[in-house]
């Protein structure tokens, strides 16, 4: 089977005056159809640099990143949603106004795509505040409001890049338990770039694991859980704790 996208050997450094750092060093990865792949590393490592390498916003100095098989382009670069860590609502427009924006955008405003976002702010909880502003929102619902506005795209694959970073802890378990089921039940494919290495072991079906700048591959791990579990659910097994402490020792190897 072809892997849905995937990063071969991929190298890729920043050029100032100053000189040139490298960021990325011989990055190799597949992502299959309906996984949920996490990535975490040391802070300032170049996770959102890849991340920015994946849906076409850069290209690799050396080695290639390819998507459904062919190289990231202009027409199979709108098949790949994004999710930032803010979730960049205008406050001038409401939730409903929002959420249709990148149809709006895509010009692909129609009856049967205003069915759906009718639909699908029933499904997650938002109809009785369709007509709000995004100030009158919690933190977890303008990520909800988010990711429906990257939902109606139809988005092949989603990349999530910090999304929870900017909510409170409890707020964050929450929102995360729910958009983790979202895009579990919608059979999308999913890769998320994280600091918390319980997002990334109760969200992830692997977890890809940097080295400090330059980014390298140092594991890739495969997380198994039964498929009924919630992300929140995942929390509470023995599974969880060993998966935890072994991505918590790759990352901090001189720890004891």
């Excluded at 000189?19 to 299959?32: C, M, R, S």
Aim: aromatic share 8%; net charge negative; charged share 20%.
């Amino acid at each position: 089977m072809q892997p849905l996208l995937s990063c071969s050997h991929v190298y890729y450094s920043y050029h100032t005056l100053q000189g040139e750092t490298p960021a990325l060093n011989d990055i190799h990865f597949q992502v299959n159809e309906g996984e949920f792949v996490s990535i975490v590393g040391p802070s300032g490592c170049g996770k959102s640099t890849l991340l920015s390498l994946l849906c076409g916003l850069g290209s690799p100095e050396s080695g290639s990143v390819s998507f459904q098989g062919r190289p990231i382009d202009r027409q199979n670069r709108s098949r790949i949603g994004y999710m930032l860590q803010h979730d960049h609502l205008f406050e001038w427009r409401s939730v409903w106004k929002n959420i249709l924006l990148g149809l709006e955008i895509q010009k692909k405003l129609s009856e049967d795509t205003l069915l759906e976002a009718d639909h699908l702010l029933k499904l997650y909880g938002l109809y009785p505040f369709k007509d709000a502003r995004p100030s009158q929102l919690s933190g977890g619902m303008r990520q909800r409001a988010a990711l429906i506005r990257t939902l109606l795209l139809h988005p092949d694959l989603l990349l999530l890049d910090e999304p929870f970073s900017a909510l409170d802890y409890q707020t964050r378990l929450k929102v995360s338990d729910d958009i983790g089921s979202i895009i579990r039940s919608s059979g999308k494919t999913a890769i998320l770039v994280t600091h918390d290495l319980s997002e990334a072991v109760s969200l992830g079906d692997r977890v890809i694991v940097l080295t400090p700048l330059p980014a390298g591959i140092k594991n890739i791990l495969a997380v198994e859980f039964p498929k009924e579990l919630s992300p929140l659910e995942r929390r509470n097994t023995n599974a969880f704790k060993d998966y935890f402490n072994q991505i918590w020792k790759e990352l901090n190897p001189c720890e004891p």
